[in-house]
Nanobody
Framework: QVQLVESGGGLVQAGGSLRLSCAAS????????MGWFRQAPGKEREFVAV???????YYSDSVRGRFTISRDNAKNTVYLQMVSLKPEDTAVYYC????????????????WGQGTQVTVSS
């Protein structure tokens, strides 16, 4: 099972930017679909973005146009570039991995990182 470690979170003002990284262990990273999810206090974990092993990307309506997911298979890393951040983007951000195609469902992911906190001040 792939092991995931997120980094890059922090405190930023509204309108600012952050780039999250998720480093994966193992030699089969390129075969995994990678997703980003987030969980705000008192709310359920929700889908943010996904990139398939082929490089196809999909986004939630709330972040489309502001967030960009990408991957570097040579570095076993997936990224989430976030711009024009809003206070409602405040959450713990998790990356996740699954074999197979893209999915928006939390239950279809096999491996999860520990999360990284993103706080956007108004």
């Amino acid at each position: 099972q792939v092991q995931l470690v997120e980094s890059g979170g922090g405190l930023v003002q509204a309108g600012g930017s952050l780039r999250l990284s998720c480093a994966a262990s193992g030699r089969t990273f390129s075969s995994y679909t990678m997703g980003w999810f987030r969980q705000a206090p008192g709310k359920e974990r929700e889908f943010v973005a996904v990139i398939s092993w082929r490089g196809n990307t999909y986004y939630s309506d709330s972040v489309r146009g502001r967030f960009t997911i990408s991957r570097d298979n040579a570095k076993n890393t997936v990224y989430l570039q976030m711009v024009s951040l809003k206070p409602e983007d405040t959450a713990v951000y998790y990356c996740a991995a699954r074999r197979g195609g893209t999915s928006w469902s939390i239950n279809e992911y096999d491996g999860w990182g520990q999360g990284t906190q993103v706080t956007v001040s108004s």
